[in-house]
């Protein structure tokens, strides 16, 4: 049974409509990368997936109980909040008790899984000192604390290094390969082709579904974005690049000055 399913799935803000027609279906084992130009309906795809918004049309269905966690976009979150690093994990606690603070085990529940991903050492202090790979760990182990079986994220690896992003996917690839289900929303084409084993191009409506091979082709490329591009292999993987304009601009020689 799939954990969430969109069938012919359109959505509109007022009379603007941002999704048409839109088949997906995620399913335990899944690791799907959403890609898109700005405006292109991905956040709006993500939050119809966490049950935050009904369609405008068509069917989406979610398993009964399923536990979601979700990883907002970083350029979202007020940093100089006085908060710290274990404060935010445990804002996901689940409220069993009256009272408004952690407990010592809801507190051990939070440091283990900061352990898991590598920055138990950072639960005290305070979130505007953490770079931004930094930041998206602690936001990831927020959204691990429930036990989800689905992790959707917003633009995880926006606003990072190169290196970082990767780190970002090779961690989120690790948990998948643990049995965690893995939507995501990305500009990053090249670090989906190396991480993802699905990726979804959209622009208002799906233009390709598929693996990376099968979807990152100039085509589908230019469908999605509105503009040619190229895609070389290397090491076995699709690299997309930009097309180089026909029209280059050349320097005047000596005579022509």
Request: hydrophobic share 45%.
């Amino acid at each position: 049974m799939s954990l969430v399913r969109l069938d012919g799935v359109s959505f509109a803000y007022g009379s603007a409509p941002v999704l048409r027609d839109v088949d997906l279906a995620v399913v335990t084992g899944d690791f799907t990368g959403i890609v898109g130009p700005s405006g292109s309906g991905k956040t709006t795809l993500l939050r119809l997936v966490l049950g935050a918004i009904e369609p405008s049309a068509g069917t989406l269905t979610r398993r009964p109980g399923l536990r979601v966690g979700y990883v907002p976009q970083v350029e979202t979150v007020n940093w100089s909040f006085p908060v710290t690093v274990a404060e935010v994990v445990l804002m996901a606690r689940r409220q069993r008790r009256l009272a408004p603070w952690a407990d010592a085990a809801e507190r051990g529940a939070a440091i283990a899984v900061l352990d898991r991903l590598g920055i138990a050492e950072l639960a005290d202090r305070h979130i505007r000192a953490l770079s931004g790979g930094q930041q998206q760990r602690v936001f990831l182990a927020r959204a691990l604390l429930g036990d989800p079986e689905l992790l959707v994220l917003d633009e995880p690896t926006s606003g990072v290094d190169v290196r970082t992003r990767h780190e970002i996917l090779h961690l989120l690839g690790e948990l998948h390969h643990g049995g965690l289900a893995v939507v995501l929303s990305t500009h990053d084409l090249n670090g989906i082709a190396a991480h993802c084993p699905t990726v979804v191009c959209l622009n208002g409506v799906v233009t390709g579904m598929g693996t990376p091979r099968e979807v990152l082709t100039p085509d589908v490329l230019e469908a999605t974005y509105g503009a040619p591009m190229d895609v070389l292999e290397h090491a076995g993987m699709p690299v997309v690049v930009d097309r180089p304009s026909a029209h280059v601009h050349q320097q005047p020689t000596a005579r022509q000055r």
